[in-house]
């Protein structure tokens, strides 16, 4: 409950406490999340007995109820199926944490595109910034918009899904090592992203090009991330980028 323990004047109470009085333990004024919290809280102490033998730790979502230990419970955290398709896809690559973030936002709906902040009322118009046609949506905006669908025509690498939800649904393309893949969209997807704020933050100009030597850019800087022997995997990638500025490049001039 992190809303509640943001409001908490004491981080440390114990569960004894708890249960004789709390009404002296947070701040004067909760926000409707922390209410929330701290309905939910009072529900769960109301069926809660103290008990004065000893405390026992065991794992009970095992049918067997094993001691409870730290290993044991790491081994069952990193062993259990995954609820989520998109999982392996955003988290089983050497990109960088925040750009793992980034993406399990993307896959999730939860960036602030357009759509989304007017459906709450933060922006009174959903149409995108760049093409000033469609209403931004993750899949407008990473797949279909006008410097999106320049970009994956210039680096012959579309990832072809219906959806920025199926990520998980994206092989990898010929023209680069299979053993990275999912890194290189994360990159991608990511630099799409940067160059979409930059023209709403910055009153920049959509250009492909500007996003293509962005991306060549940051696959040299993401290269450390990788052992010597899957750095040929950044290779490839600037060289596509490198052949894909060569029509922009020419289209500008």
């Known amino acids: 409950m992190p809303a509640l323990f943001s409001h908490c004047l004491k981080p440390s109470v114990s569960v004894k406490e708890m249960l004789s009085s709390y009404d002296h333990l947070w701040q004067p004024r909760l926000t409707a999340a922390a209410s929330q919290d701290l309905a939910h809280l009072s529900t769960l102490l109301q069926n809660f007995q103290l008990s004065a033998e000893q405390d026992s730790r065991s794992l009970t979502f095992q049918t067997n109820q094993n001691t409870f230990s730290c290993s044991k419970l790491y081994g069952i955290l990193n062993s259990r199926p995954t609820c989520c398709s998109n999982w392996k896809f955003v988290w089983k690559n050497k990109a960088p944490p925040r750009v793992q973030f980034f993406a399990w936002l993307l896959a999730k709906d939860r960036l602030p595109m357009r759509v989304n902040l007017k459906k709450k009322n933060i922006t009174p118009s959903d149409v995108c910034e760049i093409c000033k046609i ?19 025509d210039l680096t012959h690498a579309n990832p072809n899904i219906p959806s920025m939800k199926a990520l998980n649904l994206i092989q990898p393309p010929s023209c680069i090592p299979s053993e990275q893949y999912k890194c290189f969209y994360l990159l991608c997807f990511w630099r799409i992203w940067k160059h979409r704020n930059e023209v709403v933050f910055q009153n ?9 030597k962005a991306c060549k850019e940051e696959s040299s800087t993401w290269s450390f ?3 010597d022997s899957a750095r040929s995997s950044t290779d490839a990638w600037r060289n596509i980028f490198t052949s894909a500025l060569l029509p922009s490049l020419s289209a500008a001039s």
């Open 225 to 227: 991330r990788l052992n």
């Open 204 to 212: 920049l100009l959509p250009c492909t090009t500007r996003l293509l």
């Open 134 to 152: 469609a209403p931004e949506t993750a899949e407008h905006l990473f797949l279909h918009c006008s410097v999106a669908k320049a970009f994956w």
